[in-house]
């Protein structure tokens, strides 16, 4: 993995074998708008996302990585270019402890190729070699079987339960009390 380590978020560019990562900032509103009309993304995110919800997004994406120097990246392919989604590292709070938060989200042309994984390991990288991090969680609806897998190819391992606003299998639209699993990584685990 080779990474910028400047202060500014165009800065943190992460070149994986197959992908460029680049921290999303403000000016990348319409990609994170295309990315967020996936209906297998939209799915999982209570609809697809209206171009001021992409903007709003895009701008704290750009305020996260100057405030936490960490943030979610736009991920093309190194090969043609092409938006493959986003992903990356959040600082959240999670039960009550601040903590980092990994994820992803891979438009369907290119979903089933490993990108998530790709993805997703190069944030535990990040967190690890870069941020110094000594773990790193993910959590997703109990029943998204496909962010779960990818979470256990990043070598992360299921550890519990969160409840928290999300979907529920059966239901339509946003519960409040929506069951995710939790899974982590820490820094000396295998694969961390």
């Known amino acids: 993995m080779a990474e910028g380590r400047g202060d500014r978020p165009g800065d943190r560019v992460v070149l994986t074998r197959r992908l460029?990562?680049?921290?999303?900032t403000a000016a990348d509103a319409e990609d994170v708008w295309l990315v967020h009309q996936d209906p297998h993304i939209a799915r999982w995110y209570a609809g697809a996302w209206s171009p001021e919800q992409a903007r709003r997004w895009a701008q704290e994406a750009e305020e996260?990585?100057?405030r936490d120097g960490?943030?979610?990246?736009?991920?093309?392919r190194r090969e043609d270019g092409e938006l493959v989604g986003r992903g990356g590292l959040s600082r959240t709070v999670l039960q009550e402890r601040p903590c980092l938060e990994l994820g992803w989200a891979v438009r369907t042309p290119f979903r089933g190729a490993g990108y998530a994984t790709e993805i997703g390991r190069a944030g535990v990288r990040f967190a690890f070699e870069v941020l110094g991090a000594q773990e790193v969680l993910s959590f997703t609806e109990e029943h998204n079987t496909a962010s779960r897998a990818v979470m256990e190819r990043v070598g992360m391992r299921h550890v519990g339960r969160v409840v928290r606003p999300g979907l529920v299998e059966g239901l339509d639209g946003v519960?409040?009390?929506a069951?995710?699993?939790l899974y982590r990584i820490e820094r000396d685990a295998p694969g961390g």
């Open 70 to 76: 960490v943030g979610k990246w736009l991920a093309h």
């Open 175 to 177: 519960q409040e009390s």
């Open 64 to 66: 996260a990585w100057r």
């Open 179 to 181: 069951p995710f699993a």
């Open 20 to 24: 460029v990562l680049r921290p999303v």
